[in-house]
């Protein structure tokens, strides 16, 4: 990529970045959902999502555009939920069940092109599977498993935000997925 | 030789190495693992997004304003800068005598602590003034200006 495209970009992104509102309809659904599934409190993520879009956009002049903007917002995400747990304001995932989501509704709003009533049903205890395994994982493996998972960030990404080396997210991500086969195993 | 588990976890990691890539390319029960494998995923990602964004739906589309951390930091910078004035001040004051009193109750001095404040300042520049020669005689010359108060001492030129 030239000098004069990287700067292209980086421009297209200070714009997008500039509109708080855009930024917020197009990417919240995602952090929040990274948040939440973090920390199993949909309450507190809420507000913890809300810092992250203050946060992203007091700091905009920061982002420097050699990562998507999603990434860089589940990085921000990231840290204030780190804040959290350092400073233990929230109950952890264990002690949150009485507030536990409940994902279970939402499979009744999935995309209908391609999704019949019994994959519906399918997709709900899967996905409800996979919620369980998560409950089990460290604070750790669950981050790196949304990561790749739910964020879709590649190896080097997840590496870069948790300054981790990419053999430890390698890893956290082999244990996470062997709990969740295990999870889904059991239940079929 | 089919793929391993680990082969497949690699693979949905996005680790897999190219000799098994090659292999998952060409064998179709290998590719009906891997989508076995990946279908708990997909869709818990599908799910999770689904309810996130009705989740979202609900909230105020621009987040309450907070103070950032710049304000933040600014509002301690004045304090320290506030606090620093003082420990500068007191000390400065009470060596040239003044009680430092009048400057920490600026705001709520009455009108009668003013005026006494205002006949000490008179009686010290009154004393300065009077001691032009002995500052003359440390090498130091006094500049008045029209205001009393704002009496400069400088060097002198030799």
Known sequence: ?188 | MHLTESQLDDYLIGDLAPEAQSHLDACKHCQALLAEAAAPLANFREVTLAWAERRSATLPLVPAAKPSRATARLGWATAFAAALAIGVAVPVMHHAGVSSHPVAATETASTEQIARDNQMLSAIDNELNASTSSAATYGLQTTLTSEPSRTHVTKVQN
């Open chain 1, 1 to 188: 990529m030239t000098d004069l495209q990287d700067s292209d970009r980086v421009t297209d992104a200070a714009t997008e970045l500039d509109d708080i509102e855009a930024l917020v309809r197009t990417y919240r659904p995602r952090v929040l959902r990274f948040v939440t599934f973090s920390i199993g409190d949909p309450d507190l993520a809420e507000s913890i999502t809300q810092d992250c879009f203050l946060k992203a956009y007091n700091g905009r002049a920061s982002f420097r555009g050699d990562c998507a903007i999603s990434t860089w917002l589940t990085s921000i995400a990231l840290n204030l939920v780190r804040d959290q747990q350092r400073l233990q304001k929230f109950r952890f995932w264990r002690q949150a069940r009485a507030t536990a989501i409940d994902v279970t509704d939402a499979a009744s709003f999935l995309p209908s092109h391609e999704s019949s009533p019994e994959s519906r049903i399918l997709a709900k205890e899967q996905a409800a599977h996979v919620q369980a395994a998560l409950e089990q994982l460290s604070p750790n493996q669950r981050t790196i498993f949304l990561m790749r998972f739910s964020e879709e960030m590649d190896l080097s990404e997840i590496a870069a935000a948790l300054k981790m080396p990419i053999n430890t997210v390698k890893t956290h991500l082999h244990r996470a997925l062997k709990s969740v086969r295990a999870q889904v195993g059991n239940a079929q």
